[in-house]
């Protein structure tokens, strides 16, 4: 293990976070359009919920059509929050990866740049 860490050492291990960190916030805005597009697909399944009673056979049998089509919708919508929640945790360890590289002197940069590739295919 290296001596105590010097104000060198930290910057570096530092400059080598920073393109995670901000594929981290280009993952954030991601997760936020995702939740936005997911809530109006709800919206609109329970607007057609509310609108039900009113509806005749064959608008009943439309609104069943524009229902699966949402359906799908959500599903994707929620696989792709799973996904881009998944890639945000995995960059989370490659931070890990690299400050400990950096830090007590192991040899992390093959596991951080797997770890860094796996979060890009579950982006």
């Not at 920073?18 to 280009?26: D, S």
């Not at 890639?87 to 400050?99: D, E, I, K, N, S």
């Amino acid at each position: 293990m290296p001596d105590a860490p010097t104000s060198g050492l930290i910057a570096h291990a530092i400059q080598l976070a920073i393109a995670p960190v901000f594929l981290m916030t280009g993952i954030a805005g991601l997760l936020n359009v995702i939740a936005t597009r997911l809530a109006r697909v709800i919206d609109r399944a329970r607007s057609f919920e509310s609108m039900w009673p009113t509806l005749d056979a064959r608008a009943r049998d439309t609104v069943r059509q524009e229902v699966a089509i949402l359906e799908w919708r959500r599903r994707l919508c929620s696989w792709s929050i799973n996904f881009s929640t998944a890639a945000a945790l995995v960059l989370c360890l490659v931070v890990v990866a690299l400050f400990v590289d950096e830090f007590f002197g192991r040899n992390m940069r093959w596991a951080a740049g797997g770890l860094f590739v796996v979060a890009l295919v579950l982006l």
